[in-house]
C-alpha cells in the first residue's frame, strides 16, 4: 500500500523558516519522482516543487524560487521541502504526491497534508 505521510509544518512569523518531510512506503521510491502541493482555504490546490528518482532535476513554482529548496534521501524513502523567507501567502496546507502508471493507468496518491501558517 503506498503510503505519503508529512510532517514539520507549524506556526512561523514571516522571514522564518520551516523543513517538511514526506515519508514515502509501499512503492519503489528510488523510481519516481515526488511532488510538492499546496493548498490554502478557498483557493485549488497548486504546485509547489517538484524533484526527478535521482534528485538530478527540480522544479519550483515562480512563486516560491529562490526561497524553496526541494531535496531528496533515496536511502530514508523521504523527501524534504525547506521554506526559507516564508511570507503570509505561503500559508496552506502542504500535500506530497507520487503518480504512478501501472497497466497504462495513473494512479494518484497523496498525503494527509500538513499546515503551514505564516504570520504576518
Known amino acids: 500500500e503506498v503510503q505519503l505521510v508529512e510532517s514539520g509544518g507549524g506556526l512561523v512569523q514571516a522571514g522564518g523558516s520551516l523543513r517538511l518531510s514526506c515519508a514515502a512506503s509501499g512503492f519503489n521510491f528510488d523510481d519516481h519522482a515526488i511532488g510538492w502541493f499546496r493548498q490554502a482555504p478557498g483557493k485549488e490546490r497548486e504546485g509547489v516543487s517538484c524533484?526527478?528518482?535521482?534528485?538530478?532535476?527540480?522544479n519550483y513554482a515562480d512563486s516560491v524560487k529562490g526561497r524553496f529548496t526541494i531535496s531528496r534521501d533515496n536511502a530514508k524513502n523521504t523527501v524534504y521541502l525547506q521554506m526559507n523567507s516564508l511570507k503570509s501567502e505561503d500559508t496552506a496546507a502542504y500535500y506530497c504526491?507520487?503518480?504512478?502508471?501501472?497497466?497504462?493507468?495513473?494512479?494518484?496518491?497523496w498525503g494527509q497534508g500538513t499546515q503551514v501558517t505564516v504570520s504576518s
Open positions: 504526491n507520487v503518480l504512478q502508471i501501472r497497466d497504462g493507468r495513473k494512479y494518484d496518491y
Open positions: 524533484i526527478t528518482s535521482a534528485g538530478g532535476i527540480t
